[in-house]
């Protein structure tokens, strides 16, 4: 306006601290459990601000890929292996257009009958922990997920060839078996690391971060199962 000095503040997307701090008010009144570490999760969403955060939850929701497991659960906590087997289900339906039959062989373990953990493990998505165990309540890692959702593209038909050196400051630390599938989901931008550069392969994966990582897949492999 005439006789005043007119200016533009770019205000910036928040850093760790700001994320941290963000974190910690809408938190305040909330009960966490005892191995949710809101750094973590900090560290895991740089770049974004709440808004963009529920946006892309939303987004998953809509395209039908929150299963059940997940609906009334606090998704900042980290997600458990019977969770993320029913979300592999849901990605490799809502990416094929199929609906996984209903598991009618020999149940291998004895802690779950669970019927999205059965169609998870007959279409090789997920195995026990051991020949007899599930692991069903035990939490997934983020070196875990990655695999797991590489399963669900090979059975779509892609194919994930020898990778080059992983991405992260802490590549020594992916264990052998997850090497592939990792350095592949973050060439494609399925997953990501934190921002201080590590992919924390085995810390625990949070429910919110999956059904990302779920989103991400569908919207940039959707089309490429073929290559």
């Known amino acids: 306006r005439p006789?005043?000095?007119?200016?533009?503040?770019?205000?910036?997307?928040?850093?760790?601290?700001?994320?941290?701090?963000?974190?910690?008010v809408h938190t305040?009144?909330?009960?966490?459990?005892?191995?949710?570490?809101?750094?973590?999760?900090?560290?895991?969403?740089?770049?974004?601000?709440?808004?963009?955060?529920?946006?892309?939850?939303?987004?998953?929701?809509?395209?039908?890929?929150?299963?059940?497991?997940?609906k009334g659960q606090d998704l900042r906590e980290p997600i458990t292996r019977t969770q993320f087997a029913a979300l592999s289900v849901r990605l490799y339906e809502a990416m094929s257009g199929q609906t996984v039959p209903v598991f009618t062989g020999t149940?291998?373990?004895?802690?779950?009958?669970d019927p999205e953990v059965l169609k998870a493990y007959s279409m090789g998505f997920t195995s026990g922990v051991s020949s007899t165990s599930f692991g069903a309540g035990t939490q997934l890692n983020r070196e875990q997920a990655a695999t797991m959702l590489s399963a669900?593209?090979?059975?779509?038909?892609?194919?994930?060839?020898?990778?080059?050196?992983?991405?992260?400051?802490?590549?020594?630390?992916?264990?052998?078996?997850?090497?592939?599938s990792v350095c592949f989901a973050a060439s494609k931008g399925v997953i990501s690391g934190y921002?201080?550069?590590?992919?924390?392969?085995?810390?625990?994966?949070q429910r919110q971060a999956c059904l990302i990582m779920a989103l991400r897949m569908q919207q940039k492999l959707g089309s490429s199962a073929a290559i």
């Open 3 to 24: 006789g005043r000095f007119d200016r533009r503040i770019t205000i910036d997307r928040p850093n760790l601290a700001g994320r941290l701090a963000t974190l910690q």
């Open 28 to 70: 305040r009144r909330i009960r966490l459990s005892e191995d949710v570490d809101l750094r973590k999760v900090a560290l895991a969403t740089a770049g974004c601000v709440g808004a963009d955060l529920a946006n892309l939850v939303n987004e998953a929701i809509a395209k039908d890929l929150f299963p059940a497991h997940l």
């Open 107 to 113: 149940n291998p373990f004895t802690d779950t009958t």
């Open 152 to 180: 669900v593209y090979r059975k779509l038909g892609g194919t994930i060839p020898p990778q080059e050196a992983a991405p992260f400051s802490d590549r020594g630390s992916i264990s052998a078996w997850a090497r592939d």
């Open 195 to 205: 921002e201080d550069g590590r992919f924390g392969p085995k810390d625990p994966a």
